[in-house]
């Protein structure tokens, strides 16, 4: 239940003009990294298919270009579901901090200042962060195919696995710096698998999984305050 209070705590700030600026950023910063993926998967196709093909009896078939656009397309749509989920949670990732820092201001404005985390830190974060869950996930389209009817199920859990332990250790590490907050994941490790497995369910779903990435760094915000009470909130990062 616990989770539901911190759901709704994150939902009545939605609103809030700093939730609003990194989806707007999150929103331009994934459209820009999705065109890059087309593009770049339109440019191998072309290199890997000529524009015609000349069959016996038939002469030149100039329709190849056409099937490259075509298969792009598809391509794309089935990658589309896959990959917006590390898109998603690698751009709003990198602005954790400012979403951790709303939520506090809010509900927690008797914190000290958080340590936080420098820019090059944050940008590093991200980055690991998008490469495992693309690898993970392009692995799994392998696994997808041979145990098809649990392919949703295996996808909420591996992702529910990545984005509760990810995002959850970065919120804590703010204010308990790397290591404690490992270890606060790994006591309370079903309970973050759990939040995450909650967030991941709605993740694949383009323009609304942007926003479930934000709400997932408030919750996950709220749920390191709340495991954690007022106490080691200031402490030193290790």
Same mark, same amino acid.
């Given at each position: 239940m616990s989770v539901l209070v911190d759901l709704g705590r994150a939902l009545g700030q939605l609103g809030d003009p700093r939730f609003l600026r990194v989806l707007a950023w999150a929103l331009v910063l994934t459209i820009a990294a999705l065109a890059a993926v087309f593009w770049a998967v339109m440019l191998c196709l072309g290199w890997l298919l000529p524009e015609t093909v000349t069959l016996p009896w038939v002469g030149s078939v100039t329709f190849v270009d056409d099937l490259v656009?075509?298969?792009a397309v598809a391509l794309m749509l089935a990658l589309s579901v896959v990959l917006m989920v590390p898109v998603a949670a690698g751009v709003v990732g990198f602005f954790l901090e400012g979403i951790a820092e709303a939520v506090e201001a809010r509900h927690y404005p008797a914190l000290p200042?958080?340590?936080?985390?420098g820019w090059a830190e944050q940008i590093g974060d991200s980055l690991r962060f998008f490469l495992i869950v693309c690898a993970a996930n392009l692995v799994g389209l392998l696994i997808y195919f041979t145990v098809a009817p !649990?392919?949703?199920v295996i996808f909420w859990l591996v992702n529910g696995f990545l984005l509760g332990r990810e995002?959850?250790? !970065?919120?804590? =590490? %703010? %204010?308990?710096g790397r290591?404690?907050?490992a270890e606060l994941g790994r006591r309370h490790f079903w309970r973050v698998? =759990?939040?995450g497995t909650a967030m991941a369910i709605p993740l694949s779903v383009p323009v609304l999984n942007l926003v479930v990435a934000i709400l997932g760094v408030a919750v996950f915000t709220h749920q390191f305050h709340r495991l954690v009470g007022d106490a080691?909130?200031?402490s030193a990062p290790s």
């Open positions: 656009d075509w298969t200042p958080a340590h936080g985390l !649990l392919a949703p995002y959850f250790q !970065l919120v804590a =590490a %703010r %204010r308990l290591a404690a907050a698998w =759990a939040t080691g909130q200031g």
